[in-house]
T-cell receptor, first 112, second 118 residues
C-alpha cells in the first residue's frame, strides 16, 4: 500500500528566507504526487502536481517541487518566503480512482 | 473560480446523535469524495461516490456512515450515531466530468466541516 512521510512536523523560517519541505513516498507504480496547503480556517488548496515529464514542477504562489524517483522524494521549495506562507503543507500520492494518501503535514511558521 | 461549498463550518453534537454534513460540489463534476482529518493526524480517505453509488470506501467508513446525493446538487455525509472519535474536520472534494486518464484531474476540496462530539 502507498504511504507518504513528511519528516518535519514544524518548520520555522524567517520572512525572505528559503523554504524546503521534505516528502518521501512509497508506491509501487509510477506515482502521481501533489502538494496541498491549508491555511487556518481554509480548505486544502492545490499548490502543484506531478504526473509525468519534467521532474521539476512549478506551482502557484512561487512554489516548486522536484520529483526524484531514485530517492522516492517530492520536496517542495520556495526561494523567498512571505508571511502569508504560514500554513500547513501536505504532500499526497494518488492511488487508483483519484484516492489520495496524505502525509502527516508540515506546519510552517514565518518569523518577521 | 468554482468552489466546493460545505455546511456547516462547525457543528457541535452530543454523542449518539445523528449528524448530516452537506457539500455542494462544483456543478459539472461527477466524482465526489469525503475525507476526514482528526486533530493532529493525517487527512484520510473515507469514501468515493460516482453515478449515485459508492465507488470505494475505507475501513473507517463503517455502517454508521452513509453518503447520498439527494437532489443532484448536494452531496451529504451522514453519521448515524456519533462517537467521540468521530470528532474531526470533514472535507468534501470533487473532480470534473472528463477523466481521460487516471489522475489527469485534480481534486477540488471544500473548506471543511469541523465536527465536535461531546
Amino acid at each position: 500500500a502507498q504511504s507518504v512521510t513528511q519528516p518535519d512536523i514544524h518548520i520555522t523560517v524567517s520572512e525572505g528566507a528559503s523554504l524546503e519541505l521534505r516528502c518521501n513516498y512509497s508506491y509501487g507504480a509510477t506515482p502521481y504526487l501533489f502538494w496541498y496547503v491549508q491555511s487556518p480556517g481554509q480548505g486544502l488548496q492545490l499548490l502543484l502536481k506531478y504526473f509525468s515529464g519534467d521532474t521539476l514542477v512549478q506551482g502557484i504562489k512561487g512554489f516548486e517541487a522536484e520529483f526524484k524517483r531514485s530517492q522516492s522524494s517530492f520536496n517542495l521549495r520556495k526561494p523567498s518566503v512571505h508571511w502569508s506562507d504560514a500554513a500547513e503543507y501536505f504532500c499526497a500520492v494518488e492511488a487508483a480512482g483519484n484516492k489520495l494518501t496524505f502525509g502527516g503535514g508540515t506546519r510552517v511558521l514565518v518569523k518577521p | 473560480e468554482p468552489e466546493v461549498t460545505q455546511t456547516p463550518s462547525h457543528q457541535v453534537t452530543q454523542m449518539g446523535q445523528e449528524v448530516i454534513l452537506r457539500c455542494v460540489p462544483i456543478s459539472n463534476h461527477l466524482y465526489f469524495y469525503w475525507y476526514r482529518q482528526i486533530l493532529g493526524q493525517k487527512v484520510e480517505f473515507l469514501v468515493s461516490f460516482y453515478n449515485n453509488e459508492i465507488s470505494e470506501k475505507s475501513e473507517i467508513f463503517d455502517d454508521q456512515f452513509s453518503v447520498e446525493r439527494p437532489d443532484g446538487s448536494n452531496f451529504t455525509l451522514k453519521i448515524r450515531s456519533t462517537k467521540l472519535e468521530d470528532s474531526a474536520m470533514y472535507f468534501c472534494a470533487s473532480i470534473p466530468r472528463d477523466r481521460a486518464t487516471a489522475g489527469a484531474n485534480v481534486l477540488t476540496f471544500g473548506a471543511g466541516s469541523r465536527l465536535t462530539v461531546l
